[in-house]
């Protein structure tokens, strides 16, 4: 018997379910038959990938690359230290290690979002 805290209710009949570890927790990911449409715009648009801006489309609107790892630089350099500190096979080792792997997760969560919200909002805009 598992407990499971779900975000969202399960549309349609549940066809594949994978279970997922990451650092520390478990997710189940399931897949379903359900069919979900995201609202549409009605416009093209030309978006051109850079380094400076992380986009700029052909409508003027430009995005700035917001720059996560070079943030989070600073907490990896010291992370990285304490774990080269502990002492191999330890106990504090395998936490330091965890929490080093808690940080880049979360800097992956970061631009998994980031990336998600911007095509979310390109797709579903009017203009």
């Not at 349609?12 to 997922?20: A, D, E, H, N, R």
Request: glycine letters at 6%.
């Amino acid at each position: 018997m598992l407990k499971i805290r779900c975000h969202r209710r399960i549309l349609g009949k549940i066809k594949q379910i994978t279970i997922k570890r990451t650092v520390g927790k478990w997710y189940a990911i399931l897949i379903t038959n359900a069919v979900h449409k995201l609202k549409k715009g009605i416009k093209e648009l030309g978006i051109d990938l850079g380094i400076i801006n992380f986009i700029a489309d052909s409508y003027g609107n430009k995005i700035k690359s917001p720059l996560f790892l070079k943030k989070s630089l600073s907490k990896i350099k010291e992370n990285y230290r304490k774990l080269s500190r502990k002492k191999k096979e330890s106990k504090n080792r395998v936490k330091a290690k965890q929490n080093l792997g808690k940080l880049l997760e979360k800097i992956g969560n970061q631009r998994n979002d980031f990336l998600h919200k911007i095509s979310t909002s390109y797709i579903t805009a009017e203009t």
